[in-house]
Nanobody, 127 residues
Framework: QVQLVESGGGLVQAGGSLRLSCAAS????????MAWFRQAPGKEREFVAA????????IYAETVKGRFTISRDNAKNTVYLQMISLKPEDTAVYYC????????????????????WGQGTQITVSS
């Protein structure tokens, strides 16, 4: 099992930028497909972005495409989510998730595909 710790959340004005980090320990991250999900108050957890083990393949929710970028540094055992042009509707708790896989170029976009989760980090975008 891999332990995941998110950081980088906070309060930002609309139009601003943030970068989230997800640091892994316990296992090498290169064995895992990684993703970001988010959950706003009163709403279900939703997919944001995912990246394959080798970083070659990524996928984004339509709501964040063009504004968010997921990346990874396997040497640092860390995954990132760069967010620009933030909107109030991006306000949520953001979670990092991991799924071990033998396939280097595959990604998953459903929460039940992931076995390991971080504790989440709050992002609040003010208008």
């Amino acid at each position: 099992q891999v332990q995941l710790v998110e950081s980088g959340g906070g309060l930002v004005q609309a139009g601003g930028s943030l970068r989230l980090s997800c640091a892994a320990s316990g296992r090498t991250l290169s064995s895992y497909c990684m993703a970001w999900f988010r959950q706003a108050p009163g709403k279900e957890r939703e997919f944001v972005a995912a990246i394959s083990r080798n970083g070659a393949s990524t996928i984004y929710a339509e709501t964040v495409k063009g504004r968010f970028t997921i990346s990874r540094d396997n040497a640092k055992n860390t995954v990132y989510l760069q967010m620009i042009s933030l909107k109030p509707e991006d306000t949520a708790v953001y979670y990092c998730a991991a799924r071990i896989t033998s396939l280097s170029s595959i990604y998953y976009a459903r929460s039940f595909d992931y076995n390991d989760w971080g504790q989440g980090t709050q992002i609040t975008v003010s208008s």
